[in-house]
């Protein structure tokens, strides 16, 4: 212990750090926007391993004809954006749910969230890419091909997109940490 009291000097010099270079609302929105997703997600696998379980099974997302989620989720793009069956059997354990994708997805997020390096930054925006890119090629499936709305779908390209710009300000805010540490 030193005479100055201050037992954690790498603390003291890494939070004010943490506190001015990352937006306050940043970790808070980050936490919301993935435990929406997970949430979210974790309804959709439910919808879709009971509605394969039991095909007369209705979800909460079911409103009508062309409201329908679990018609999403069971349809060829419901697993494995519908491009992994065109590489391995339908049945693989490759083609998984998106819904599974998802959970994953949004757990890195959050985890990878935690940390102030420049590597989890890029790896953070660079994921948030393909979920956008994931987000716009299913969107287009549900609007064109399936004709159906589903509000689960479209609240997880919403969080998708909402990520991404979250990630973006991460990533800046970082740099501009290491470059004033630098």
């Known amino acids: 212990?030193?005479?100055?009291?201050?037992?954690?000097?790498?603390?003291?010099?890494?939070a004010p750090a943490g506190n001015q270079g990352i937006p306050k609302w940043e970790r808070k929105m980050r936490i919301?926007?993935?435990?929406?997703?997970l949430v979210l997600s974790v309804y959709a696998l439910h919808v879709e391993l009971s509605r394969e379980r039991n095909p007369d099974y209705r979800?909460?997302?079911?409103?009508g004809e062309s409201?329908?989620?679990?018609?999403?989720?069971t349809s060829r793009w419901g697993r494995g954006f519908g491009l992994v069956q065109f590489f391995?059997?339908?049945?693989?354990?490759?083609?998984?749910?998106?819904?599974?994708?998802?959970?994953?997805f949004y757990t890195l997020q959050m985890g990878l969230g935690l940390s102030l390096s420049k590597k989890a930054a890029l790896f953070l925006v660079l994921s948030s890419w393909v979920s956008v890119a994931g987000?716009?090629?299913?969107?287009?499936?549900?609007?064109?091909?399936?004709?159906?709305?589903?509000?689960?779908c479209v609240s997880t390209y919403?969080?998708?997109?909402?990520?991404?710009?979250?990630?973006?300000?991460?990533?800046?805010?970082?740099?501009?940490m290491k470059e004033k540490a630098g």
């Open 158 to 176: 919403i969080i998708n997109f909402a990520l991404f710009f979250t990630n973006l300000k991460r990533r800046r805010a970082i740099e501009g």
């Open 88 to 104: 391995v059997a339908k049945d693989s354990p490759l083609n998984q749910p998106n819904s599974l994708l998802g959970i994953i």
């Open 1 to 14: 212990m030193t005479g100055s009291g201050n037992s954690r000097p790498d603390q003291s010099k890494m």
């Open 135 to 152: 987000s716009l090629y299913l969107a287009a499936i549900l609007a064109f091909v399936l004709g159906d709305f589903c509000m689960v």
């Open 32 to 37: 919301f926007l993935c435990v929406f997703g």
């Open 59 to 63: 979800a909460m997302c079911d409103l």
């Open 67 to 73: 409201v329908s989620c679990s018609k999403v989720f």
